[in-house]
């Protein structure tokens, strides 16, 4: 399904710092959410690079790559834990435990990404999560991580 305006408008990122195409999966039982997005060639960070056919062509970042894993966090928290930003929840990310780097993702890339959480704990005014992550163009992994993340709820 294509992002949802509620979702668009519940985000703490404008619409162009979200990256994603689409959802594609929610599956609440098993904690996960897939997403698909396509790289282009003018994505931050990825417009700068450099360039050398070679020796360092065209990609998606790192930096963007983990980015994205934010990104599905809130998605995650969205659709999977049932947490608003606009009834004062916010995340942020608090320990990459592993980030393995596997394949460059070129522009025209599409990349499905997955994000499943392997642990939840809830609480009234935090939610601490950790979370795995797998990030794939057709069958080539292209990232993979594990994450915490803790989410707040703030008044005002």
Do not use: C
Request: charged residues 25%.
């Amino acid at each position: 399904m294509p992002l949802e305006q509620a979702f668009l408008d519940d985000s703490p990122y404008a619409p162009e710092g979200l990256l994603l195409d689409e959802i594609v999966e929610v599956d609440k039982e098993k904690s996960i959410v897939v997403a698909a997005m396509t790289v282009h060639e003018d994505m931050p960070i990825t417009r700068t690079q450099r360039v050398h056919p070679v020796r360092h062509p065209r990609h998606l970042s790192g930096g963007l790559m983990v980015h994205l894993t934010g990104i599905l966090g809130l998605a995650h928290a969205y659709y999977v834990l049932g947490l608003r930003h606009k009834e004062g929840w916010i995340g942020y990310g608090a320990r990459i435990h592993n980030a393995r780097f596997h394949a460059l993702a070129r522009p025209g890339a599409k990349l499905l990404l997955k994000v499943a959480a392997t642990h939840v704990r809830p609480g009234n005014t935090k939610v601490l999560g950790r979370y795995s992550f797998e990030f794939k163009e057709g069958d080539t992994l292209v990232y993979e991580g594990d994450q915490t993340a803790l989410w707040t709820r703030v008044e005002g």
